[in-house]
């Protein structure tokens, strides 16, 4: 089967523009993921980072307000001996 040559270039071409095509549509679409895969991450980030801050305040709260409960205690004990320990 003889096909000409122009025939032969011309389906190549039509091979490349295809080809092209494709992968220049799936390109266009990975950076538009990406860039919603990376908002998605921040936002993920942050409320991470919120949640660990929150965390770190409520133990220092506490830990404040157990010193502070022990030194009163122990304050009052010093002014009144009579004072049971509890």
Do not use: C, W
Not at 18 to 26: A, G, K, L, N, P
Request: proline letters at 3%; zero cysteines; aromatic letters at 2%.
């Amino acid at each position: 089967m003889n096909v000409p040559k122009i025939q032969k270039i011309g389906g190549l071409f039509l091979a490349a523009a295809i080809v092209i095509s494709t992968s220049s549509s799936i390109a266009l679409a990975q950076n538009d993921s990406g860039a919603k895969q990376s908002m998605k991450d921040a936002g993920t980030e942050t409320k991470d980072a919120a949640k660990d801050a929150g965390h770190g305040i409520k133990q220092g709260t506490k830990k404040a307000y157990h010193k502070t409960k022990s030194e009163v205690k122990k304050a009052h004990r010093k002014m009144d001996p009579d004072t049971p320990k509890n």
